[in-house]
């Protein structure tokens, strides 16, 4: 049987989800209140699984 690929995330599309903006995502990232998130090999953007954004809406105090 073969897997669905992994959804990645943007940090536009993620930061939408945790109701926050893409500048605060990256600050957060940058003052280490969110680990660094992984990057595209390609174009080296931000990209986050549905796991990543459930970890970070826990962070957040909104569940997961």
Do not use: C
């Not at 969110?34 to 796991?51: G, H, S």
């Not at 954004?53 to 105090?61: A, D, E, H, N, P």
């Amino acid at each position: 049987m073969m897997m669905k690929p992994e959804r990645y995330y943007s940090a536009t599309e993620a930061a939408k989800t945790l109701g926050i903006s893409k500048q605060t995502l990256i600050r957060y990232e940058s003052k280490r209140i969110f680990p660094k998130a992984k990057r595209n090999a390609v174009n080296k953007w931000r990209e986050y699984t549905l796991e990543d954004i459930k970890r970070l809406k826990k962070v957040l105090g909104r569940g997961g």
